[in-house]
């Protein structure tokens, strides 16, 4: 930290990252009085991949006062999934879910989405400063410090009384403190881009996400996501390996697979290219811990899983939710377990989702959404896991999530 001035005036909370997470904690400190400064490295709005939201996540954005702002910005209205592969079709409707709770959410453009949050925030109070990329961490001392270099290169060092990591695939804290661990997860690959999709009303049901299987590799799968302007976000997620067998630039390789569906490559006859295609490798992420002395990590910047259920979202805010109301306990003198009151809950819904993309990536799953005779009140509770409802205990998925779908598989897979 040699050579970073000091700011004089010490802050409660520093909140890394003006992402979903951070934005939603740090209005929710603000709103309980705490002096609470946001640490952006980007300036907003900026390019973020992850647009199908979760109805789960709406609980956060009421919960956080932002939930007008969002209904005015005109995001694409989302009420479920629905999947496809060699012609068959499977649909989740939202509002038939065994869970009780918001039933809709929406597909959102990440750059205008993240900014509403973000605005928020700053609206409530919160300090939000764009273009402050963290250089370093203290936590030895009685308060945490940072050390961030601001958008004219200028190094300061900020103490607090607590810092919550919100940075995402940024991984601030995990990589400053050696917390990253590998996870069990095969490396997978996403390309993907936004398309002005040109698709013929009535042909594609606009109110949901669609998910592809390609028809020759189960484990591959593509998704559509549309929004509320003609356009959608298109990308293709497979083993690293698989995209060797293509040639050319990301774009090349994007449009050489979706060919090889004939649904979606029929849905996308008029599709036009005209935004950047994407690459990200290796997202699956993991931590030894989520908390220590003076900090917490909140959703991806602890723990990212796979983009197949859009569970991303909902997980970051939860946690930022959980987090806040623990630390704004602690702030006031209160003795809290961040193990058994933050870290153990939050896991046990990451848990369930963990269930369902394994199930999902070794088929079972697939079995499961595709067999002809589902019972109503088995593919509700299984509706529930695909709105976000990964914590509610009284659902028999959450509860012993990996036996029922082994004895569910077994029934679909013999019929």
């Known amino acids: 930290m040699a050579g970073a001035s000091t700011e004089q005036e010490p802050v409660d909370v520093v909140v890394i990252g003006a992402g979903p997470s951070g934005a939603i904690a740090s209005a929710l400190l603000a709103r309980k009085g705490h002096k609470v400064r946001v640490l952006e490295r980007e300036t907003f709005p900026r390019f973020s991949i992850g647009e199908s939201l979760l109805p789960q996540s709406m609980?956060?954005?009421?919960?956080?006062?932002?939930?007008?702002?969002?209904?005015?910005?005109?995001?694409?209205?989302?009420?479920?999934?629905?999947?496809?592969?060699?012609?068959?079709?499977?649909?989740?409707?939202?509002?038939?879910?065994?869970?009780?709770?918001?039933?809709?959410?929406?597909?959102?453009?990440?750059?205008?989405?993240?900014?509403?949050?973000?605005?928020?925030?700053?609206?409530?109070?919160?300090?939000?400063?764009?273009?402050?990329?963290?250089?370093?961490?203290?936590?030895?001392?009685?308060?945490?410090?940072?050390?961030?270099?601001?958008?004219?290169?200028?190094?300061?060092?900020?103490?607090?009384?607590?810092?919550?990591?919100?940075s995402g695939f940024g991984r601030v804290l995990p990589r400053l403190l050696d917390l990253n661990t590998p996870s069990d997860f095969p490396v997978r690959q996403s390309i993907f881009t936004h398309v002005v999709d040109h698709i013929t009303p009535g042909k594609f049901d606009r109110n949901k996400i669609l998910v592809t299987i390609h028809p020759e590799h189960r484990d591959v799968w593509f998704w559509l996501i549309p929004f509320g302007d003609g356009r959608a976000s298109l990308g293709v997620v497979a083993r690293e390996a698989f995209f060797d067998n293509y040639s050319g630039e990301p774009a090349e390789k994007l449009r050489a697979i979706v060919a090889e569906d004939a649904g979606l490559s029929d849905l996308l006859a008029e599709?036009?290219?005209?935004?950047?295609?994407?690459?990200?490798?290796?997202?699956?992420?993991?931590?030894?811990?989520?908390?220590?002395?003076?900090?917490?990590?909140?959703?991806?910047?602890?723990?990212?899983?796979d983009p197949v259920f859009s569970s991303g979202v909902t997980i970051a805010m939860r946690s930022a939710s959980m987090a806040a109301a623990l630390l704004d306990r602690q702030l006031r003198g209160e003795v809290v377990d961040w193990q058994s009151e933050y870290a153990e809950p939050l896991v046990k819904g990451?848990?369930?989702?963990?269930?369902?993309?394994?199930?999902?990536?070794?088929?079972?799953?697939?079995?499961?959404?595709?067999?002809?005779?589902?019972?109503?009140?088995?593919?509700?509770?299984?509706?529930?896991?695909?709105a976000g409802y990964a914590w509610d205990t009284n659902n028999p998925y959450v509860k012993e999530g990996e036996r029922r779908l082994n004895v569910l598989a077994e029934i679909c897979q013999s019929a």
Not at 277 to 300: D, E, H, P
Not at 355 to 365: N, P
């Open 350 to 386: 990451v848990d369930t989702f963990r269930t369902f993309v394994t199930a999902w990536y070794d088929q079972r799953f697939q079995d499961i959404i595709f067999y002809q005779q589902q019972m109503e009140e088995v593919k509700a509770m299984i509706c529930s896991i695909l």
């Open 271 to 305: 599709a036009e290219f005209k935004f950047p295609v994407r690459v990200i490798t290796g997202y699956s992420a993991n931590v030894k811990s989520l908390y220590g002395k003076g900090f917490a990590l909140l959703g991806n910047a602890g723990e990212f899983l």
């Open 59 to 166: 609980q956060y954005v009421e919960e956080a006062g932002m939930m007008a702002a969002v209904h005015a910005a005109g995001f694409q209205f989302k009420n479920g999934a629905a999947f496809q592969y060699r012609g068959q079709r499977t649909e989740f409707d939202f509002r038939q879910k065994f869970s009780p709770g918001w039933s809709t959410t929406y597909q959102v453009e990440r750059a205008t989405f993240d900014k509403i949050l973000a605005d928020e925030a700053a609206r409530m109070g919160v300090d939000v400063r764009y273009q402050h990329e963290i250089t370093a961490v203290d936590l030895d001392g009685d308060r945490p410090q940072v050390t961030y270099r601001d958008v004219e290169g200028n190094e300061q060092s900020l103490a607090a009384r607590f810092l919550l990591d919100a």
